[in-house]
């Protein structure tokens, strides 16, 4: 799977958009882009995931750029319940449900009143 | 959507002691499931990986004989800690794979050996 690199923190200030990058020059065409959020002493929660497409959910936006080597997860109006870390994930499809995730280091996102 | 069930949520044991895990797929049926530990700010280290029916398949450095994993259906796989020491003391996660849902995490189990 290909390595991803993200800042290790970040603040965000209450309902303001927050944007979240991540790098995976290294990304594969069947490689998909997958992002989890883990809440503090909580399981990581599945957020969205894309493979080139520009994706969007109730949770979150993925912005992923044309040559596929970055992405940007957005949660448009913060709450301080986002605050966590954020996982930026490549691997292949969900169909290859036997290959696991390999977590990285993440983005602390701290949100602020 | 999909929820995968673990149980318990917080365990203190002696030193010396053994402590089962149990992570369910409530909806769903697993073919794979994850078993991960993540030590304080840490990110999340995968320990093995449990096949239904199979021999789990362990990862460099995770003893196979302390950490005895039971993966006898498709909606349940068990983690069992052996000889518990406090070293062993971390949080430990589950994760369920299914082709239609992809992974569904557990909500964790806090271990402290005393």
């Known amino acids: 799977d290909a390595k991803t690199t993200q800042p290790p923190s970040m603040d965000c200030a209450e309902g303001r958009a927050a944007n979240l990058p991540c790098n995976h020059s290294t990304i594969s065409g069947n490689e998909y882009v997958y992002w989890y959020r883990q809440i503090h002493s909580q399981g990581p929660q599945y957020i969205i995931h894309?493979?080139?497409n520009n994706e969007t959910n109730e949770m979150a936006s993925l912005i992923i750029t044309e040559d596929r080597k970055s992405s940007t997860l957005i949660l448009p109006h913060a709450t301080l319940r986002d605050t966590a870390v954020y996982y930026c994930i490549v691997r292949v499809g969900p169909r290859n449900a036997g290959n696991m995730l390999t977590f990285g280091g993440g983005t602390r996102l701290m949100v602020k009143p | 959507g999909a929820v995968v069930s673990q149980h318990p949520s917080r365990v203190i044991c002696k030193s010396g002691t053994s402590v089962k895990i149990e992570c369910r797929s409530l909806?769903?049926?697993?073919?794979?499931m994850f078993w991960y530990r993540q030590f304080p700010k840490q990110s999340l280290m995968l320990m093995a990986t449990?096949?239904?029916?199979?021999?789990?398949?362990?990862e460099q450095g995770v003893e196979k004989d302390k950490f005895l994993i039971n993966h006898a259906s498709l909606t349940l796989s068990t983690l069992t800690v052996t000889s518990a020491h406090p070293e062993d003391s971390s949080f430990y996660i589950c994760?369920?794979?299914?082709?239609?849902?992809?992974?569904?995490f557990g909500s964790g189990t806090r271990l402290t050996v005393v």
């Open positions: 909806d769903f049926q697993a073919t794979t």
């Open positions: 894309g493979l080139k």
């Open positions: 449990s096949n239904e029916g199979s021999k789990a398949t362990y």
């Open positions: 994760s369920a794979s299914d082709r239609n849902y992809g992974y569904t």
